[in-house]
T-cell receptor, first 115, second 114 residues
């Protein structure tokens, strides 16, 4: 069975700083997908970035980028030039290719951006 | 762009009552997923439907049932409600014909059982 681990329950940084959220996962699969979701206080679940395991290039979406280390089963999220609106819970999630597309979630990291 | 619509946004029920949550997927999406998120917890997968047939089942209690209708909207029916059912219930949708993994979530229904 797959598991996802987020070892940082809470992080706090100053506005405009760079912050990295960690995520590790355990799977025997070779083809899968990884995601970072953001859940602000409004509780809306928002997709931040996705990574396909067969792609070696790290995904990037504006200020958000990932460091995907397949051999180490690590999938960290880097937020550059952090903004107050980045304050949220961040969930790392795993999806097995060819499965019924069920997401397996980490416990989440609460990120607080301070002015 | 149209998003996943969930109704109601908030629902308060008493113990042992029933509740029905509705989900309207993005147009042309053929798959609907239901997740339950308790306070301070990560989402837990309940059930999913593909082309109106149940495709996967997670930790859904026997007191709950769900279906997907011909217009692809889905309803989650919850009976004999318990205090522990208080949670945020998310619906998400996707289209399996396109490899657009990372499906779109609705805003959720916050259920409070008192």
């Amino acid at each position: 069975a797959q598991t996802v681990t987020q070892s940082q329950p809470e992080m706090s940084v100053q506005e405009a700083e760079t912050v990295t959220l960690s995520c590790t996962y355990d799977t025997s699969e070779s083809n899968y997908y990884l995601f970072w979701y953001k859940q602000p206080p409004s509780r809306q679940m928002i997709l931040v970035i996705r990574q396909e395991a067969y792609k070696q290039q790290n995904a990037t979406e504006n200020r958000f980028s990932v460091n995907f280390q397949k051999a180490a089963k690590s999938f960290s999220l880097k937020i550059s030039d952090s903004q107050l609106g980045d304050t949220a819970m961040y969930f790392c999630a795993f999806m097995k290719h060819g499965s019924n597309y069920q997401l397996i979630w980490g416990a989440g990291t609460k990120l607080i951006i301070k002015p | 762009a149209a998003g996943v619509i969930q109704s109601p946004r908030h629902l308060i029920k008493e113990k042992r009552e029933t509740a029905t949550l509705k989900c309207y997927p993005i147009p042309r999406h053929d798959t609907v997923y239901w997740y339950q998120q308790g306070p301070g917890q990560d989402p837990q997968f309940l059930i999913s439907f593909y082309e109106k047939m149940q495709s996967d089942k997670g930790s859904i209690p026997d007191r709950f049932s769900a279906q997907q209708f011909s217009d692809y909207h889905s309803e989650l029916n919850m009976s004999s409600l318990e205090l522990g059912d208080s949670a945020l219930y998310f619906c998400a949708s996707s289209f399996r014909g396109v490899k657009d993994y990372g499906y779109t979530f609705g805003s959720g229904t916050r259920l409070t059982v008192v």
